[in-house]
């Protein structure tokens, strides 16, 4: 009777455990908050078919994370040496996110980058030619370049992610940004590629005067028939009519600078294409006061040279450019 009694028991006391268990509710994940969009405002005037890779859309906390990392020097891999360097180091706001002085310094001693810097202003509408040759298809790729180079950040793309990854701050800004705290080279370049895409210039003189809030000086509009004028100077071929305010065209010239050209770096390079011997791109001209020196290596310190080059210094060549023949 009593192992009947015990047997009933423990038969109901399981039963009541199984129906309790059963009747749990599961622990609910944690809600993941998607970032927040973010709404890029056109100037006006400006094209509105500006260039964002469908895989990095534009959020109010991936431009926090990247404004952090373009500014952290841990992204060097000299850094723990006493050699910090940042995206900074080389893209000054004091002068239009370029460094003023013409090529990049690396971290290591005598390094420092083909080319003059180039500001970053206004890359949300490059068409996926980055740099005086055209060699780089984003700004994602840009930077996961620049971290590798051993003329710029000297790193490992496993270096930058321990460092960054040891950072309190840095993993809830990850998983602000993109869902998780992972710290991968691959978001961090994302990241800084939103940061730079804000970076936008549209409020200069020029502007306003296309907005009809300001006037030209006598002087000023004269300048302005020469730059837009085959009879005149001839600029906009290069550089955009007013009706550009981006004061590009993205495109590439040999601008008759040289008779013997380094096929090393230049848009030749690029394409193996004949026509671009000894071609770089045609900068924008906006914020021109503050990113000298001038040329993709900086031959010219000031404009006034600039202007006298293409007045009465123009090397010719069979490579150089068609228009370079008009002036």
Known sequence: MIKAFLKYFMFISLAIIIMSTSCEKPTPEPEIKPPTPYTIKVPNGFPTNFVIPSDNPMTVEGINLGRHLY????????ADEGKPQTCATCHLQQFAFENGIGKGIGTEPGAETHHVMLPHINLLWNPGTFGWNGGTPSIEADVLGTILSPDEFASTFEKV???????????????????????????????????VRTEISSDSKFDKKLRGEVNFTPSENRGLVLFTTE????????????????????????????SIFDTANDRYSITGATRDIGAYKATTLRNIELTGPYMHDGRYQTLDEVIDFYSTGLVYSVYAHPLMHKL
């Open 71 to 78: 500014y952290d020097a841990r992204l060097s891999g000299k």
């Open 161 to 195: 992610e321990t460092a960054i990854r040891n950072i309190d701050i840095y993993p809830p800004m990850f998983k602000a940004a993109f869902g998780t705290e992972e710290v991968t080279v691959d978001r961090i370049s994302k990241a800084i590629a939103q940061f």
């Open 231 to 258: 009879e005149g100077a001839d600029c906009f071929h290069c550089h955009g009519a007013p009706g550009n305010p981006l004061m590009t065209t993205h495109l590439f010239y040999n601008n008759a600078k040289d």
